[in-house]
């Protein structure tokens, strides 16, 4: 049903990649601001 070409699987890998990257640059950015408020303390 869907395409198999190459291109639409690099394609959705990529997206894949950048989603999953996404959300750890949020988490490391939740971390790193918790753990500078618990420094202040």
Do not use: H, R, V
Not at 11 to 38: E, L, R, V
């Amino acid at each position: 049903m869907g395409d198999k070409s190459p291109k639409s699987n690099q394609k959705k890998s990529s997206q894949k990649q950048a989603a999953s990257s996404s959300a750890t640059n949020k988490k490391n950015a939740a971390t790193a601001s918790k753990q500078a408020a618990g420094k202040k303390k």
